[in-house]
């Protein structure tokens, strides 16, 4: 039988390293767990389709890799630099058994949120679960003074503009028993003085989340978010200072990061009507002990 629990023996603090955002799976040192060797499906999105937005690496593949377990056919947003990373969870989603359409694209621009969904309903025939789950941040900045308006446009752009460009188009296709899942964050409990901006797109995202579910209960359609703490992904050594992922996730009660495969259970969860059906305006934390409140 093949064991449920990831592989985290190596995660007490990481070797310091640094990428340029986005970053690649590749070149991280430990390789993340996205669940490969570790995730069993039991037949839980049987036949739905699914958009994972960044599902080419981290939460998002792991995730992409959880739902083509569960029965999901998936597909994946990403920027064009990741095609290696996004080739990879096509891998994973076809070894599942399950349909992957890769949609790359830069979703700080309009026209690509809308062409995403509707390549995403043509060659998937449909949509059931939408995951907005791409996102930008930069750490290695002391002080507001040095946002810049092009860096505050990208975080913007990335974390909320797309959010409801992506979403808009989505609820076109959405019906009765659809959901939409959120990636939020510990930063809009517990924000860093280094995530400002990041911060305050992740406190807008949880807002977003629980205005939109009141919205569109009357559809049926279910509306939620999870708020990861410190997980080991391409977004940390792309955007963290080198020497802060040497101690990464240890101030957390559990005194370490999480893996991706830690996170996307919470996804599994939101999206099966069966284990969520009268789930949804809620936000549902996976981060070593860290309070969502
Ligand atoms: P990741 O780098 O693997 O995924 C982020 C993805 O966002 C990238 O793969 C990329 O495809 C996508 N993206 C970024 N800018 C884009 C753009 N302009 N156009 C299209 N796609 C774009 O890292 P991750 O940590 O898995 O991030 C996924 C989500 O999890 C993000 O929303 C992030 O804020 C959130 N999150 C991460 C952590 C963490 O510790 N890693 C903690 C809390 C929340
Ligand atoms: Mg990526």
Known sequence: MTPQTPDTQDSAGFPAQQQTPPGLT?????????????????DRLVGKKALVTGGDSGIGRAVALAYAREGAD????????EQEDAEETRRLVEEAGRRAVLVPGDLTQEED??????TTVEELGGLDVLVNNAGF???????IADITTEHLD?????????????TQSALEHLGEGGCIINNASIQAYQPSTSLLDYASTKAAITNFTVNLAAEVGERGIRVNAVAPGPIWTP??????PSEK??????????????????????????ADGA?????????????????VF
């Open 235 to 240: 977004l940390q050594p792309a955007t963290q």
């Open 137 to 143: 941040q930069m750490a290695r900045r002391e002080s």
């Open 74 to 81: 998936v597909a994946i947003s990403y920027l064009p630099s």
């Open 113 to 118: 949120c809308r062409s995403l969904v509707a």
């Open 245 to 270: 992922l040497e101690s990464f996730g240890t101030d957390t009660p559990l005194g370490r990061a999480g893996h991706p495969a830690e996170v996307a259970p919470a996804f599994v969860f939101l």
């Open 26 to 42: 590749e070149d991280m040192v430990p390789t993340p767990d996205h669940g490969e060797s570790s995730y069993t499906g039991h």
């Open 154 to 166: 990208r975080t913007f752009k990335t974390n909320l503009y797309a959010l409801f460009w992506v």
């Open 275 to 291: 284990s969520a059906g009268y789930v949804s305006g809620t936000v549902l934390g996976v981060t070593g002990g860290k309070p």
